[in-house]
Nanobody
Framework: VQLQASGGGLVQAGGSLRLTCTAS????????LGWFRQAPGKEREFVAA????????DHADSVKGRFTISRDNAKKTGFLQMNSLNPDDTALYYC????????????????WGQGTLVTVSS
């Protein structure tokens, strides 16, 4: 499985972006999907995860109520809708897939995309 993250860019505080994660291969629907981010000088952190069927999701407290993870298995695509962005959301965002389902544990993820940069100006 190969993942391609896209949709990042420069946005003003309060704005919105929608990140997309496009997967190749035939097994997309058998993997849980997650988004992680890494800000300059900081460790990578969990953002959101969703189960194989897309029915159940989990969001980090820092983004809860502002970000929403979703997926379209028919199109082998995942999404991260980000609203009410603030400068603390500036980071390189990665999508990743794991065989266990919905998990916050980065070590559980087998496949990672290359990252897409989100920059939020104040």
């Amino acid at each position: 499985v190969q993942l391609q993250a896209s949709g990042g860019g420069l946005v003003q505080a309060g704005g919105s972006l929608r990140l997309t994660c496009t997967a190749s291969g035939r097994t997309f629907s058998t993997y849980g999907l997650g988004w992680f981010r890494q800000a300059p000088g900081k460790e990578r952190e969990f953002v959101a995860a969703v189960t194989r069927d897309g029915d159940t999701s989990d969001h980090a407290d820092s983004v809860k109520g502002r970000f929403t993870i979703s997926r379209d298995n028919a199109k082998k695509t995942g999404f991260l809708q980000m609203n009410s962005l603030n400068p603390d959301d500036t980071a390189l965002y990665y999508c990743a897939m794991n065989p266990y389902g919905r998990t916050r544990n980065a070590a559980s993820y087998n496949y990672w995309g290359q990252g897409t940069l989100v920059t939020v100006s104040s």
